[in-house]
T-cell receptor
Framework: GEDVEQSLFLSVREGDSSVINCTYTDSSSTYLYWYKQEPGAGLQLLTYIFSNMDMKQDQRLTVLLNKKDKHLSLRIADTQTGDSAIYFC???????????FGIGTKLQVIP | GAVVSQHPSRVICKSGTSVKIECRSLDFQATTMFWYRQFPKQSLMLMAT?????????EQGVEKDKFLINHASLTLSTLTVTSAHPEDSSFYIC???????????FGEGSWLTVV
């Protein structure tokens, strides 16, 4: 079945690294995404990873995928106050069209 | 720049009125688009699949007479919330897959407040 789980809240100090975790249940996931939503704003695609990859790095963002454990993580290096937002993990199954979202992790960055 | 444009980004309407939200693919054609809704402090849930030239496919529990979807052209899908109530207040967002790039794009989303 389709199910994406995330912790609800993460608090880090400015300058530290943040790691947001996500688990998914369907091994046929093809694309896994991380989206950012700032308060009162729309959805911003941060990065995505194909299911045949295990790591992707993009500037301060590092995505790790453990297919065996169905675990996806997003690491934000040198976290800034502007990174405070809700981060959604999402997957697509058997293609790339319909997206299933996790509940979102609220990241709070303490100055 | 935006590949999928959604309008309006924010709208306030009175109870009982209808409000239309547009989703446009800007430089590609999309025979299929998707509409999602985000309840407060919850995730985004798929509402319906919009199909160009045919009826939309609604997810279980979504009232099709309440949320009218029209996909009249290859670049435009509209979601009309009819006879809006305060509980319809939510964040609505559309997506459009770009087939030749194997990629899906989301609109910016629309915040609806029904007063």
């Amino acid at each position: 079945g389709e199910d994406v789980e995330q912790s609800l809240f993460l608090s880090v100090r400015e300058g530290d690294s943040s790691v947001i975790n996500c688990t998914y249940t369907d091994s046929s996931s093809t694309y896994l995404y991380w989206y950012k939503q700032e308060p009162g704003a729309g959805l911003q695609l941060l990065t995505y990873i194909f299911s045949n990859m295990d790591m992707k790095q993009d500037q301060r963002l590092t995505v790790l995928l453990n297919k065996k454990d169905k675990h996806l993580s997003l690491r934000i290096a040198d976290t800034q106050t502007g990174d405070s937002a809700i981060y959604f993990c999402a997957e697509t199954l058997g293609g790339y069209q319909k997206v299933t979202f996790g509940i979102g992790t609220k990241l709070q960055v303490i100055p | 720049g935006a590949v999928v444009s959604q309008h309006p980004s924010r709208v306030i309407c009175k109870s009982g009125t209808s409000v239309k939200i547009e989703c446009r693919s800007l430089d590609f054609q999309a025979t299929t688009m998707f509409w999602y809704r985000q309840f407060p402090k919850q995730s985004l849930m798929l509402m319906a699949t919009s199909n160009e030239g045919s009826k939309a496919t609604y997810e279980q529990g979504v009232e099709k007479d309440k949320f009218l979807i029209n996909h009249a052209s290859l670049t435009l899908s509209t979601l009309t919330v009819t006879s809006a109530h305060p509980e319809d207040s939510s964040f609505y967002i559309c997506s459009a897959p770009r087939t030749e790039r194997n990629t899906i794009y989301f609109g910016e989303g629309s915040w609806l407040t029904v007063v």
